[in-house]
């Protein structure tokens, strides 16, 4: 079994910033990717960053220029380092885990909220 454990959300104002973390920890044989996707009430859950083993990394248009993602392989980590934050960004934040035999993990889930 794999786990992912998230951290670092909260509560902070337009124009401020959060950084999240996933750990992964487990059964972990060969990591394909890592990323995060995130879900607003009433809305579909939406690809933010995602970062390859060779480093290639990916982000939604929305939050390009503003957010960062990068990636520990040393410790099973990855990070998320979200700034100039809008309330649109206001969401549950999900760590993912994607393996290259094809599995796929995900984290509990960590809420944040941007609002004056």
């Known amino acids: 079994q794999v786990q992912l454990v998230e951290s670092g959300g909260g509560l902070v104002q337009p124009g401020g910033s959060l950084r999240l973390s996933c750990v992964a920890s487990?059964?972990?044989?060969?990591?394909?990717?890592m990323g995060w996707q995130r879900q607003a009430p009433g809305k579909q859950r939406e690809l933010v960053a995602a970062i390859g083993s060779g480093g290639s990394i990916n982000y939604a248009d929305s939050v390009k220029g503003r957010f960062t993602i990068s990636r520990d392989n040393a410790k099973n980590t990855v990070y998320l380092q979200m700034n100039s934050l809008k309330s649109e960004d206001t969401a549950v934040y999900y760590c993912?885990?994607?393996?290259?035999?094809?599995?796929?993990?995900w984290g509990q889930g960590t809420q944040v909220t941007v609002s004056s």
């Open positions: 993912n885990l994607a393996m290259w035999n094809g599995a796929n993990y």
């Open positions: 487990g059964s972990i044989s060969s990591i394909y990717a």
